[in-house]
């Protein structure tokens, strides 16, 4: 992960873009790779863990009506985050990430390792489905390395 976060870097400082980065079933994770590397302070607003539905609504305005028809797991959830968190700080570029890490937590039709992972630029919101497999971290781990992945994606398609 900290080599996807080290790619990022130059990309996002000399284009002058800021990302912000609003966390369900990562806790933080992603803000905290991204800060790992030194001088992110030039590019990284900050972040919003919103684990409860509460938190997302508050924070994130994501809709109550979202919630109840589609769950906190759902592209939807995911697209409001993203959305809510580059409203939220100014960034240029928000990240989300909500799903279910586990071991708990899944049922037939989201099962664990079922991740929404949205990024929102440009005016766009871009939305994926993953299905991880392993234990709380490694499904905590992948959905970060596919949330950076998805961040470099975009920064090198949009140069």
Same mark, same amino acid.
């Given at each position: ?11 996002? @400082?000399?284009?002058?873009? @800021?990302?912000?980065?609003?966390? +369900? ?7 905290? #790779? =991204? ?9 990284? *607003? /900050?972040? =919003? =863990? +919103? ?6 609504? @508050? ?6 009506? %979202? ?6 797991? +759902?592209?939807? #959830? ?18 989300? #990430? ?6 708990? /937590?899944? %049922? ?10 949205? =990024? +929102? ?6 939305? *994926?489905?993953?299905?991880? $497999? ?5 499904? $905590?781990?992948? #959905? ?11 920064? *090198?398609?949009?140069?």
């Amino acid at each position: 992960m900290e080599e996807l976060a080290k790619k990022i870097a130059p990309l996002l @400082k000399e284009r002058h873009l @800021k990302v912000a980065t609003a966390e +369900s079933c990562t806790g933080g994770l992603i803000g905290h #790779t =991204i800060t790992d590397v030194p001088g992110s302070s030039e590019y990284y *607003e /900050g972040g =919003i =863990i +919103s684990y409860s539905n509460e938190m997302k609504m @508050k924070f994130l305005g994501v809709k109550e009506r %979202t919630l109840k028809e589609y769950g906190a797991v +759902s592209e939807q #959830t995911a697209k409001e985050m993203a959305e809510g968190v580059r409203r939220a700080t100014g960034a240029d570029i928000g990240i989300a #990430t909500t799903g279910i890490a586990g071991p708990g /937590g899944g %049922t037939a039709e989201k099962p664990v390792g079922l991740v929404y992972i949205a =990024i +929102s630029a440009d005016r766009k919101t871009k939305v *994926e489905k993953h299905l991880f $497999k392993g234990n709380r971290w490694e499904n $905590k781990e992948q #959905t970060c390395r596919a949330a950076l992945s998805l961040l470099l994606d975009y920064l *090198e398609k949009n140069d």
